[in-house]
Every structure is written in C-alpha cells, then in structure tokens.
C-alpha cells in the first residue's frame, strides 16, 4: 500500500492546469471524464514523482457541494532554490502571494502563494526538489536460519 496521489477539487479546469502546468512546472498525465459528469487531469511533478489529481465538478453533480476554498486542504509544498522568482511568477497566472517571508506571520525564506481556487501553495526556499525515499531493502539475516511452519529449513534434516 502506499500514496500514489492527491486530489483537489477547482472551479475552473482549464484555469488550475495552466497555473500547476505553466506556473509551477508540472506536467500532465492524462485527462478524463468522470461517470457523473465531473472531469479530471492528472499531474505529475518528475523531479519527485508526485501526483496531484485537479477535479472539477458540474452543478448537477451529487459532488458539487458548496466549494470552501481549502476543504480540509491546509497547503501543497514545493522546495526551490527560487521562492520569491516563483511566487511572482505564480501572480502571472492567477496566484496571489498571500504570505511572505517578511511579513509578521512569514515562514523564513517561505512564500505562501493561492492557487486560483484559493488553495495555498508553498515555496520552500531550500533545494531544488527532492526525491521520495525508497522504502529500505531486506538486510541479509545474519545468524541459523529458522525452520518455518512447513518443516525444518534446508540444510538442518
């Protein structure tokens, strides 16, 4: 088991792919339609791997509730070497820096930019990116071999 993704709902589709695409450099998986009407776009960030699903719901949707900017959602985080460049650059297509380093508030080094649907990202000033860990391999186990339930381990008859 494991993570594979995040999703978000979003007002406007094409609007949110072109700020996570264009803004912050994620690139698109695929698309697609979805039973009730709804529709998708899968994203992914190749530096780490990550995914993050963009949903969009029609009115008529039994998922088309009331949208509260967040619903639970309390940031996206990105680590850049360049946090205040990509701020300004998020505000060229529908951000708003909504938290800088120096404000009274402000993170160091960290800018909280909203997504056009309200959604706060963050723009972690240190490294580029950095890659998911893997999961540690199996050591060799060292000492005898225990038998398993099946009869004694090979070796010991």
């Known amino acids: 088991m494991g993570l594979i993704y995040f999703g978000i709902r979003v007002t406007d589709l094409q609007r949110s792919e072109r700020f996570y695409v264009e803004g912050l450099g994620l ?12 529709r998708r776009i899968l994203l992914v960030d190749h530096g780490t791997g990550q ?4 949903n969009w719901y029609p009115s008529d949707s039994p998922y088309a509730v009331p949208y509260t ?9 990105y680590s850049t070497g360049r ?21 009274p508030l402000g993170v160091r080094q960290n800018y909280y930019v909203e997504d056009p ?18 999961p540690p391999t199996p050591r060799a186990r060292k000492g005898p071999v225990r038998p398993s339930a099946q009869g004694p381990a090979r070796g010991t008859t």
């Open 27 to 38: 690139t698109k998986l695929r698309g697609g339609r979805m039973p009730h009407g709804g």
């Open 51 to 54: 995914r993050l699903e963009l």
């Open 69 to 77: 900017s967040g619903e639970g959602l309390d940031h996206l985080g």
């Open 83 to 103: 946090a205040e460049e990509i701020a300004r650059r998020l505000e060229r297509y529908g951000g708003r820096i909504a938290l800088r380093p120096s404000d």
């Open 117 to 134: 649907d309200g959604n706060w990202v963050e723009l972690m000033a240190w490294g580029t990116s950095r890659k998911t860990p893997r």
